[in-house]
């Protein structure tokens, strides 16, 4: 019997970094496949909200494959919530990733937020909760499409500390949606 990992072609991962902008709003904005559109388009804006550690950048990773075309027979996978960069870009802010020359429809822009809950101390609830709630009144004409809680698999209940945070956060966006 042969061993599958010996056979299967290595796939190739190639970034879809295009770009950043900072903000003065404490928002760090990302380019994937363009600076630009290269089409008009209507945005469809998703906000990803939850605990640091669950998975929300390979989330982006995998919806960043899903808008460029790849499929689980291709050969290339796309990334772009992973980039490295340089010691100016703030570990805990809001990443607005713009999708660019998608095959989409619209324009897909994907909001990631900084963990809930963390256990670092290194920004409390507190503080993440008005940080998300300037971004979104700094950013009035964004209208938000869906607001996805991402959770860790191995966590099989939802405590009630959690379910707090979340809910608190849920309660920044209603206004938006």
Not at 34 to 60: C, F, H, Q
Not at 134 to 141: A, E, M, T
């Amino acid at each position: 019997m042969s061993d599958p990992e010996s056979t299967s072609e290595e796939l190739k991962l190639v970034s879809k970094f295009a770009g950043e902008a900072f903000g003065t709003d404490n928002v760090r904005t990302v380019f994937a496949g363009a600076s630009e559109d290269n089409v008009e388009r209507a945005d469809r804006v998703i906000v990803l909200i939850g605990p640091a550690g669950t998975g929300k950048s390979t989330l982006i990773d995998c919806m960043c494959n899903y808008f460029y075309g790849a499929t689980l027979k291709s050969h290339t996978r796309y990334k772009i919530a992973d980039e490295i960069f340089d010691q100016t870009t703030p570990i805990k802010t809001i990443i607005k990733y713009v999708f660019n020359q998608t095959n989409m429809p619209y324009r897909p822009i994907v909001i990631d937020t900084p963990g809930i809950g963390s256990e670092s101390g290194v920004q409390t609830d507190a503080e993440i909760s008005e940080m998300l709630t300037s971004f979104l009144v700094q950013s009035h004409r964004v209208v938000i499409h869906a607001i996805g809680f991402v959770l860790k698999y191995s966590d099989s209940r939802v405590s009630l500390k959690r379910e707090a945070q979340i809910k608190e956060k849920g309660r920044v966006f209603e206004e938006s949606l």
